[in-house]
T-cell receptor
Framework: GQQVQQSPASLVLQEGENAELQCNFSSTATQLQWFYQSPGGSLVSLLSNPSGTKHTGRLTSTTVTKERRSSLHISSSQTTDSGTYLCAMNQGGSAKLIFGEGTKLTVSS | EAAVTQSPRSKVAVTGGKVTLSCHQTNNHDYMYWYRQDTGHGLRLIHYSYVADSTEKGDIPDGYKASRPSQENFSLILELASLSQTAVYFC?????????????FGEGSRLIVV
């Protein structure tokens, strides 16, 4: 079945450093979303990027559909960026999102 | 004001008991979902719904039922709770008109089965 693999599993940075998170998926995605899960557990959608490059604030996502990969770049990381970043994809017109296991980011001051 | 609210936020249930998790959304979205998250893992889809009075099986539906009595409400029912159903459950909604299918999540319901 469809699979989503994220790397690294965890990442520790000093405040101000940049983060690069990777997401690889086993089949062509028609929808690709990045989510942030806070240390308290709440989930929020960061951006949807099925192909190409998208920016929002300090976040940049690049998805290369035919290579079945997406990345999330966080520039000038802040301690408040700490949490888990989840990648999710689906195929065709399905509303079913398949999630990766996430990258846990820790930013220290 | 939170657009997707879940209740209860936390519950301890006994094995074999019935558990109902409720979800209410004010986003006016057609799609609603129930996911479960186990410690240190991503989310897995249990049931979802496109429209009121209709539900669809997700990837891990065994042991769960779902009910969508109205556009705003979506419940997850565990008829006979088991230890393996200890997890955090998230409800979400999305807009069928949104090509990106952005999901809006509730705060989660932590279920412990003893």
């Amino acid at each position: 079945g469809q699979q989503v693999q994220q790397s690294p599993a965890s990442l520790v940075l000093q405040e101000g450093e940049n983060a690069e998170l990777q997401c690889n998926f086993s089949s062509t995605a028609t929808q690709l979303q990045w989510f942030y899960q806070s240390p308290g557990g709440s989930l929020v959608s960061l951006l949807s990027n099925p192909s190409g490059t998208k920016h929002t604030g300090r976040l940049t996502s690049t998805t290369v559909t035919k290579e079945r990969r997406s990345s999330l770049h966080i520039s000038s990381s802040q301690t408040t960026d700490s949490g888990t970043y989840l990648c999710a994809m689906n195929q065709g017109g399905s509303a079913k999102l398949i999630f990766g296991e996430g990258t846990k980011l820790t930013v220290s001051s | 004001e939170a657009a997707v609210t879940q209740s209860p936020r936390s519950k301890v249930a006994v094995t074999g008991g019935k558990v109902t998790l409720s979800c209410h959304q004010t986003n006016n979205h057609d799609y609603m979902y129930w996911y479960r998250q186990d410690t240190g893992h991503g989310l897995r889809l249990i049931h979802y719904s496109y429209v009121a009075d209709s539900t669809e099986k997700g990837d891990i539906p065994d042991g769960y039922k779902a009910s969508r009595p109205s556009q705003e409400n979506f419940s997850l029912i565990l008829e006979l709770a088991s230890l393996s159903q200890t997890a955090v459950y998230f409800c979400a909604s999305s807009d069928v008109r949104d090509s990106g299918n952005t999901l809006y999540f509730g705060e989660g319901s932590r279920l412990i089965v003893v």
